[in-house]
């Protein structure tokens, strides 16, 4: 009973006529910071989640869990090695490859220098999602002795190639001794564009690893063998196994040493982003103590007369608590989850829209590994930003409900 007759009357406090219109102004600005910093709080962990979703799918998804490389370059006994490798606890599949550079010429002159990577497309279809990311049937059709080249969409636009385009890959003759080495031209056809959307589609492209074989005079020799783990997280101590196992002087590479500061980074901005807006919502909240202040004051009358009535200082309490929350904390948290929930399903496409509006982009493919502002909204986030607003909210109103329950009637009462 005293918890409802509690309720309604915070409820009418904090929704009636009030004296001053100050009170309000403060009241209005004290909610609306709160929602503000909520809203922005959500959209902040809805992009981090977003960042590290796409992580996921176009790093790790793409990018070998680990490589294995013989310390001569070329691998001459990999095809013994290969089983070895799959046979070990922790590894998902194995693929052979080829990595060197090549500078591509395009019919229009303009040149790009990118890594050339050599792959047989049925086992690195076991290792990579790359072929997701090309259209239609190229990875099935990408064959040697064909002339094949697959590149990425972000060096495809800067040489102004389309499918079906044939340009000239420039690399060195590996196997000659001169002081000045004479290059190889070979004229290939672009037959897939790969959309990986960031940083790879800039600097990868990919030929058959027989092409490359013929082309550096490898014969059957390799550069390396790439795994994929069952456990990209515990991928450093599956390297460590994977070197024991085979009888070989081998360089261990993971993804972790190329790509593992992105996680890292992206772990400690969502740290910083929740301490920083959770301080922004705590400076809200404790708003909230000077409208409670004035609302006090104001409405000293009322409490006097509660009092002579035989309220007890518990309820007074209860009611300056719940006519701060109502003011502010539950209003204003609310008010913020929805304007966050609701701009974070949508910041993509508002983000694309303003791009498009101001003809720059915010995140261009060249630096990082996406070109787009992602957003993934968890519930938890929500969950976890609502219930810390409104611990804040309750701790802010402590202060002035106990002052209120210690005024006495007397001397209000006097006053009138």
């Not at 611990?391 to 009637?409: D, H, K, N």
Request: aromatic share 10%.
């Amino acid at each position: 009973m005293s918890t409802a007759l509690s309720f309604f009357l915070g409820f009418r406090f904090s929704y009636g006529r009030s004296r001053g219109g100050m009170l309000s102004l403060i009241s209005v600005i004290s909610t609306l910071g709160i929602s503000i910093s909520i809203a922005v709080l959500i959209i902040s962990l809805s992009a981090m989640n977003g960042f590290e979703h796409e992580l996921n799918q176009r790093v790790l998804a793409v990018v070998p869990h680990c490589e294995i490389e013989h310390i001569n370059q070329n691998w001459v006994q990999w095809r013994i090695a290969l089983p070895m490798i799959e046979k070990v606890p922790g590894v998902a599949a194995a693929a052979p490859y080829i990595n060197f550079t090549g500078l591509l010429e395009s019919s229009s002159h303009q040149l790009a220098v990118l890594q050339i990577r050599g792959v047989d497309a049925f086992p690195e279809s076991r290792i990579s999602a790359v072929p997701s990311y090309v259209k239609g049937s190229d990875w099935k059709d990408f064959l040697p002795d064909r002339h094949q080249i697959l590149m990425g969409k972000g060096v495809a636009d800067r040489l102004h190639l389309k499918r079906g385009d044939w340009i000239t890959m420039i690399v060195p003759d590996r196997q000659s001794k001169r002081t000045l080495l004479k290059p190889k031209y070979v004229r290939l056809q672009v037959t897939g564009i790969l959309n990986l959307g960031g940083l790879r589609d800039h600097s990868l492209a990919y030929i058959p690893i027989i092409d490359a074989q013929k082309l550096l005079r490898m014969g059957d020799n390799i550069t390396g063998i790439a795994i994929k783990a069952y456990h990209p997280f515990q991928v450093a101590s599956l390297a460590k196994r994977v070197g024991d196992s085979i009888n070989a002087d081998v360089y261990l590479r993971s993804w972790i040493s190329t790509y593992g500061y992105m996680y890292h980074d992206v772990q400690m901005i969502r740290t910083i982003i929740y301490l920083a807006i959770v301080l922004v919502i705590g400076v809200a909240c404790f708003n909230i103590v000077s409208t409670l202040m004035m609302a006090i004051k104001d409405k000293c009358f009322e409490i006097a007369i509660l009092r002579t009535l035989g309220a007890s200082d518990g309820l007074i309490r209860s009611i300056f608590i719940w006519y701060g929350l109502l003011l502010g904390g539950v209003v204003g948290s609310l008010i913020g989850v929805s304007m966050g929930v609701l701009l974070a399903l949508k910041i993509t496409p508002i983000v694309h829209i303003l791009e498009k509006f101001t003809g720059s982009c915010f995140l261009s493919g060249e630096v990082y590994f996406i070109d787009f502002l992602p957003s993934e909204l968890h519930w938890l986030d929500v969950t976890v930003v609502l219930l810390t607003s409104l611990v804040l909210s309750l701790m802010a109103t402590w202060y002035p409900a106990r002052q209120a329950s210690r005024l006495q009637p007397a001397q209000v009462l006097s006053r009138q």
